[in-house]
């Protein structure tokens, strides 16, 4: 089993670029999520999806949007990059809300 | 307001050298507190859950406890490779998870 699998690792775009951060579950879970990690802070949630077709918003999800066409694929989009989304993204899943939580190895993203 | 504070920030240990890691929490309506460990260019790795006051789990070297207020995470004799960011979450009402900002552990031989 390959668990969460985030692509790229790493990724530098600049100032004013779009991407999308890949996130792929092969456990069939149910709820999958992606937060940030900048330094000095805790993991902080930026949006969430309990299932397919169904997506919310968590703590910061300004300037990013989710959508969830599949049980197995959870994509995050940056609309128009700036240099306060450089940070560590991860993404996870578990197989319902209160389970603990699987996460990927995180992709590394510069904006300049 | 949901919140989770963790210390000491850092911590370090010579090998065999027990201590503990804290997590305080305010939730509404505790529904879980998760142990994490995540190692550098990681992501995090469950360790623990824990549901109620009085609740208990261990794993090798660790030990999680739970009171209303706090976990401790305790290292028994701990060991190089034990050196980790530890990180504790809880889960409210709400349903997602609010985590701490972590406890840098370092077990020097």
């Known amino acids: 089993n390959a668990g969460v699998t985030q692509t790229p690792k790493f990724q530098v775009l600049k100032t004013g670029q779009s991407m999308t951060l890949q996130c792929a579950q092969d456990m069939n879970h149910e709820y999958m999520s992606w937060y940030r990690q900048d330094p000095g802070m805790g993991l902080r949630l930026i949006h969430y999806?309990?299932?397919?077709?169904?997506?919310d918003q968590g703590e910061v999800p300004n300037g990013y949007n989710v959508s969830r066409s599949t049980t197995e694929d959870f994509p995050l989009r940056l609309l128009s990059a700036a240099p306060s989304q450089t940070s560590v993204y991860f993404c996870?899943?578990?197989?319902?809300?209160?389970?603990?939580?699987?996460f990927g190895d995180g992709t590394r993203l510069s904006i300049l | 307001e949901d919140q989770v504070t963790q210390s000491p920030e850092a911590l370090r240990l010579q090998e065999g050298e027990s201590s503990s890691l804290n997590c305080s929490y305010t939730v509404s309506g505790l529904r879980g507190l998760f142990w994490y460990r995540q190692d550098p260019g990681k992501g995090p790795e469950f360790l623990f859950t824990?549901?109620?006051a009085g609740e208990e789990k261990e794993k090798e070297r660790l030990k999680a406890t739970l009171t209303k207020k706090e976990s401790f995470l305790h290292i028994t004799a701990p060991k190089p490779e034990d050196s980790a960011t530890y990180l504790c979450a809880v889960q409210g009402s709400q349903g997602n998870l609010i985590f701490g900002k972590g406890t840098k552990l370092s077990v020097k031989p």
């Open positions: 999806s309990v299932g397919a077709g169904i997506t």
């Open positions: 824990l549901y109620s």
């Open positions: 996870a899943s578990s197989r319902t809300l209160n389970q603990p939580q699987h």
